[in-house]
């Protein structure tokens, strides 16, 4: 089987301060966090920015350039910048920081969906911020706005014209579809990096056959020419991961996705998530992708 890559989430923009103190909101956080996970493994770093204040998720190139250039001067992690920022932000806001950096990585959300966090809003009772309760309360009646027009421009500008390759974000049956149309267009080549999500309210459920399914309609529509990864929120993130690492696929770990270690134990760090994924891969046979083994599997611009 080929090398399997790690991607680490570092902090997202769905999980709040009030939820855990391990997560990382300042851009020393945020850059220590990273070099830490890249350290342990992770070939590949999926980042969000946040406002270092509040801890709100943000999209200022002011913020990403706080952590970006102190993250590549200690690792030579992918670096793959989020373009969903947070489903309350534009697409211009989310996609400020990415035109300007040109990363060879970004993310790239396959379909409009509805995103939900009021489940974790419900276990929260001692609030550190004002924004944090209306924010995962609002995501009630929040749609996650990621049109054919939206993908197209993210193709387009970060794709065409600056050279990025993407972690196709599929929630779903009917984005793989989604991917299937553009690159019928011709707007983006193989090969494809698919990041299956699982436990999204909005989006599949974490059950393994929703997993395999996932896989039989891949290999149909791209044959040979993809690749794909696993994240699954919550207390699924290591059981999916664990399942994709059997099959062949890649896995993400990270904050972004779920704040603990194991039941009952938080993660303090994401390196530790980063570690337990290599030691459980490393136990089924697979040995971690550097970061430039990366660039060569994924065709990056480096
Ligand atoms: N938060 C994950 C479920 C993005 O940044 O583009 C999906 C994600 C979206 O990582
Ligand atoms: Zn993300």
Same mark, same amino acid.
């Given at each position: 089987?080929?090398?399997? /890559?790690?991607? %680490?989430?570092? &902090?997202?923009?769905?999980? =709040?301060?009030?939820?855990?103190?391990?997560?990382?909101? &300042?851009?020393?956080?945020?850059? =220590?966090?990273?070099?830490?996970?890249?350290?342990?493994?992770?070939?590949?770093?999926?980042?969000?920015?946040?406002?270092?204040? =509040?801890?709100?998720?943000?999209?200022?190139?002011?913020?990403?350039?706080?952590? /970006?250039?102190?993250?590549?001067? !200690?690792?030579?992690?992918?670096?793959?910048?989020?373009?969903?920022?947070?489903?309350?932000? &534009?697409?211009?806001?989310?996609?400020?920081?990415?035109?300007?950096?040109?990363?060879?990585? %970004?993310?790239?959300?396959?379909?409009?969906?509805?995103?939900?966090?009021? #489940?974790?809003?419900?276990?929260? @009772?001692?609030?550190?911020?004002?924004?944090?309760?209306?924010?995962?309360?609002?995501?009630?009646?929040?749609?996650?706005?990621?049109?054919?027009?939206?993908? !197209?421009?993210?193709?387009?500008?970060?794709?065409?014209?600056?050279?990025?390759?993407?972690?196709?974000? %599929?929630?779903?049956?009917?984005?793989? @579809?989604?991917?299937?149309?553009?690159?019928?267009?011709?707007?983006?080549?193989?090969?494809?990096?698919?990041?299956?999500?699982?436990?999204? /309210?909005?989006?599949?459920?974490?059950? #393994?056959?929703?997993?395999?399914?996932?896989?039989?309609?891949?290999?149909?529509?791209?044959?040979?020419?993809?690749?794909?990864?696993?994240?699954?929120?919550?207390?699924?993130?290591?059981?999916?991961?664990?399942?994709?690492?059997?099959?062949?696929?890649?896995?993400?770990?990270?904050?972004?996705?779920?704040?603990?270690?194991?039941?009952?134990?938080?993660?303090?760090?994401?390196?530790?998530?980063?570690?337990?994924?290599?030691?459980?891969?490393?136990?089924?046979?697979?040995?971690?992708? =550097?970061?430039?083994?990366?660039?060569?599997?994924?065709?990056?611009?480096?």
């Amino acid at each position: 089987m080929s090398k399997i /890559l790690i991607t %680490c989430a570092i &902090t997202g923009s769905i999980h =709040t301060p009030s939820m855990s103190p391990h997560l990382p909101v &300042t851009a020393d956080e945020i850059a =220590t966090q990273s070099i830490e996970a890249a350290e342990a493994g992770a070939a590949i770093l999926h980042l969000h920015a946040r406002d270092p204040e =509040t801890g709100r998720p943000s999209a200022s190139p002011e913020h990403f350039m706080a952590f /970006l250039p102190r993250i590549q001067a !200690a690792t030579d992690a992918v670096l793959n910048l989020s373009t969903g920022g947070s489903a309350v932000m &534009t697409l211009d806001q989310r996609l400020a920081a990415p035109r300007k950096v040109a990363p060879e990585m %970004c993310s790239l959300n396959m379909g409009t969906m509805n995103f939900a966090l009021y #489940p974790a809003a419900a276990r929260i @009772t001692d609030w550190k911020h004002d924004w944090e309760k209306p924010f995962l309360e609002n995501s009630d009646d929040l749609v996650f706005k990621n049109t054919p027009r939206d993908i !197209a421009t993210i193709l387009e500008d970060l794709g065409q014209a600056r050279g990025a390759r993407f972690e196709f974000e %599929c929630y779903d049956l009917s984005h793989l @579809t989604m991917l299937r149309h553009f690159a019928d267009r011709g707007l983006v080549q193989p090969p494809f990096f698919i990041q299956f999500v699982f436990g999204v /309210l909005g989006g599949m459920a974490a059950e #393994p056959e929703n997993l395999t399914h996932m896989v039989r309609l891949a290999d149909k529509l791209f044959g040979e020419d993809y690749m794909f990864s696993v994240l699954a929120a919550g207390r699924h993130q290591f059981p999916m991961a664990t399942m994709a690492a059997a099959m062949g696929g890649h896995v993400r770990v990270g904050l972004e996705d779920n704040l603990m270690l194991s039941k009952g134990v938080m993660a303090r760090r994401n390196a530790e998530q980063v570690e337990k994924i290599r030691r459980i891969v490393e136990d089924l046979g697979r040995s971690p992708a =550097t970061p430039d083994d990366a660039r060569e599997m994924l065709g990056l611009k480096g």
